[in-house]
């Protein structure tokens, strides 16, 4: 599955196998952040994932049961920028 994403702060609810979620996603400090909360009720479950091309960023969480990979993609493997997220 791909997920499309917005250069801006952004939120939006995810079904997957798994349930239901709610994924935030903002530009903190230098870098886009991930945040992830169960629905209903947005409860937490991981928040502070920096937004890193290349790994999985849910490898170390993977006893959540949440996706088996959750990665992000850029034209040129760098990692997102403020003007690159949902562009490269």
């Known amino acids: 599955?791909?997920?499309p994403l917005i250069t801006a702060n952004q939120t939006f609810n995810i079904k997957f196998k798994s349930g239901s979620y709610t994924f935030t996603?903002?530009?903190r400090a230098s870098n886009w952040v991930l945040?992830?909360?169960i629905n209903p009720g947005k409860v937490p479950l991981l928040t502070g994932i920096p937004?890193?091309?290349g790994p999985n960023?849910?490898?170390q969480f993977k006893y959540l049961?949440?996706?088996p990979r959750l990665a992000v993609k850029s034209k040129d493997l760098t990692d997102p920028?403020?003007?690159g997220l949902g562009v490269d």
């Open 1 to 3: 599955m791909i997920i």
């Open 25 to 27: 996603i903002i530009w």
């Open 51 to 53: 937004l890193v091309t």
């Open 57 to 59: 960023l849910l490898e």
């Open 35 to 37: 945040d992830i909360y």
């Open 65 to 67: 049961g949440i996706l």
């Open 81 to 83: 920028t403020w003007e």
